[in-house]
């Protein structure tokens, strides 16, 4: 496939997704009121602030973010040539997200500077290590990538991004690419008639396990883990990842089933803790690591960023990464 000129002509990971700016707030004071029935993952829980009143913030934090950027920079950091395929405003922001994109040696060649709708922003209230996110996708118009990758991630895209599915769907299979999809919220809100014929053509499906049951439309809890894998497996992908948490992740082949464990060490802040985790997984696997060293390489480097405020700044570079993970069980 030809590519534009300026442009590249490989790439070992193209990201496709929505970028953001997060604004966090600290309040120095809130209310979490939670329901008297359910429990744990079961339990709602709304996060109360004083109305018609100034609530005291313990400070701001701008960062940068959403999840095609967060792993185009993360595995940037881990020696992976990376470009991204996103759409900024021409705004502040927008020039920020650019400027920050080449600090951290992620091409941004096909970056998309959309004169009429601004650059996605967060407002993020963090409140005990737990994250409320005000949120607004500006409408995008995303086309296929002109360029070829061995590797392309997939991920969060505004509203009615229908569109994009079948030509991404024939770029696929054409290019014979290796695709990491880990679906936005959006896309998991469409279900399998928008984009359950790209999951044939996957080789990794990233999902939480809320996620995975959405997909599903799971009535009830399944008897294992195993089992949740193999019904993810039956709609397509060759490799199926579930993350749970501070329960671990686990992942299978359709041969291996393979349980990590989380590193239990208590986060500051949560945000970016999955995008973290895919990038570890995606950079392993890009740089032909076995599935079971990828867990680790998610695992460590989602610990890593719950330590520090932003989904970006404390994504690992590889040495230290190997350095951590040599320490793992």
């Not at 290590?129 to 392309?152: M, N």
């Not at 208590?266 to 032909?288: H, I, M, N, Q, Y």
Request: glycine share 8%; hydrophobic share 40%.
């Amino acid at each position: 496939m030809a590519s534009p000129e300026g442009v590249p002509n490989h790439f070992g990971l193209i990201t496709v997704g929505d970028c953001v700016v997060d604004i966090f707030t600290f309040p120095e004071k809130a209310d979490v009121h939670c329901q008297l029935h359910g429990q744990g993952k079961d339990s709602k829980c709304e996060l109360c602030l004083a109305a018609a009143d100034k609530v005291q913030s313990k400070g701001f934090a701008l960062t940068f973010g959403g999840n095609a950027a967060n792993v185009a920079v993360g595995s940037s950091r881990l020696g992976v040539k990376t470009a991204i395929y996103t759409h900024v405003g021409d705004d502040l922001f927008g020039k920020a997200v650019q400027e920050n994109f080449k600090k951290e040696k992620v091409d941004t060649s096909l970056v998309k500077v959309d004169k009429d709708q601004a650059t996605n922003v967060n407002i993020v209230i963090s409140f005990e290590g737990e994250r409320t996110i005000l949120s607004e996708h500006q409408p995008r118009r995303y086309k296929v990538p002109q360029v070829h990758a061995s590797w392309i991630y997939f991920s969060s895209l505004a509203p009615n991004h229908d569109y994009f599915h079948k030509p991404f769907l024939k770029y696929v299979k054409e290019n014979r690419v290796h695709l990491v999809f880990n679906p936005g919220s959006y896309q998991i809100k469409e279900g399998l008639d928008a984009y359950g014929e790209l999951l044939k053509f996957t080789e990794v499906l990233i999902l939480n396990r809320e996620e995975a049951g959405r997909i599903l439309e799971l009535k009830h809890a399944l008897k294992s883990e195993q089992e949740l894998l193999n019904r993810l497996h039956d709609l397509g992908p060759r490799i199926a990842v579930v993350t749970d948490g501070p329960n671990g992740s686990y992942a299978s082949d359709g041969k291996e089933f393979i349980f990590q464990p989380a590193t239990k060490i208590p986060a500051k802040e949560r945000t970016g803790a999955g995008d973290a985790f895919s990038t570890g997984l995606t950079a392993a696997l890009v740089l032909g690591k076995p599935l079971k060293d990828a867990l680790k390489w998610g695992t460590i480097n989602a610990e890593s960023v719950t330590q520090e405020v932003g989904a970006q700044a404390k994504l690992l570079v590889i040495k230290e990464l190997e350095k951590r993970v040599k320490k793992l069980k």
